[in-house]
């Protein structure tokens, strides 16, 4: 549990909570903390999801499946960030998607209403995670911004590229790490894995950029 509580206190969810008010939340009867190894389900499409999550390690995707089995990566949660919130908040009946462990996780669900309710000093707890809630999801709609626009371009050459200057925007520098392999990556950008890796060797042939499995370094501009 003291391992959980320092990880706790590293989530942007938990800011400026002190030490009384994050062992409330850690040892309430409505948080559940469980461990998922790679690939295994967190959430399943179609579930009532009373619980956000926090990554407390590790990581999730979360995903998307369409009527014909096509398969969607929504977003990408890494620790210390909060999935499904917005499925909690709004009262969504039933999950639209899935989340699937990337990597072996240790995984804090969180009945943030029902300890809202029986928090002993309501108004403060209530304005910091609030607060902290609001600026998550601020943050997390700029994210899916940059996802409409990557998947709403018209070509895979467009979509990689756009992805790829985000990331490096992201990361700060022309060489980056993505969070993807070459399948996660088209699963991200909505595109075949094949014409993707097709695209990526083309655009080293032209010498726009160099890739080393998820490394890639931006040389120039494509015309």
């Known amino acids: 549990m003291k391992k959980d509580f320092e990880l706790m206190k590293k989530c942007p969810l938990f800011g400026n909570m002190n030490n009384e008010e994050l062992e409330f939340i850690l040892t309430s009867p ?3 903390i469980q461990n998922f190894s790679k690939n295994q389900t967190v959430l399943t499409e179609g579930d009532n999801v ?6 407390l390690s590790g990581s999730v995707q979360v995903v998307r499946n369409d009527y014909y089995g096509n398969r969607s990566i929504i977003a990408l949660v890494e620790s210390p960030q909060i999935f499904a ?5 709004s009262d969504t009946p039933t999950m639209p998607v899935s989340v699937i462990s990337a990597a ?3 995984i804090m669900l969180v009945g943030l209403k029902k300890i809202l309710s029986e928090s ?3 108004s403060l707890f209530y304005s910091k995670l609030i607060n902290n809630l609001l600026r998550l999801v601020t943050e997390k709609n700029l994210r899916l911004n940059e996802k409409i626009e990557i998947i709403s371009k018209r070509t895979i050459r467009e979509k990689l590229m756009t992805f790829l200057l985000f990331q490096a925007r ?3 520098g022309n060489s980056f790490t993505i969070p993807y392999d070459r399948q996660g990556l088209a699963d991200y950008i909505e595109a075949d894995r094949s014409a993707v890796s097709a695209e990526i060797s083309k655009l080293r ?3 726009i950029i160099e890739s080393n499995r998820s490394q890639f370094r931006l040389i120039k501009n494509p015309e």
Do not use: C, M
């Not at 009373?50 to 990554?55: E, P, Y």
């Open 30 to 32: 409505f948080t559940k």
């Open 120 to 122: 002993p000093d309501q």
């Open 170 to 172: 992201l990361q700060g």
């Open 104 to 106: 072996d996780s240790r």
């Open 50 to 55: 009373q619980s956000l999550g926090v990554v």
């Open 205 to 207: 042939a032209e010498g």
């Open 85 to 89: 919130e917005v499925f909690v908040f």
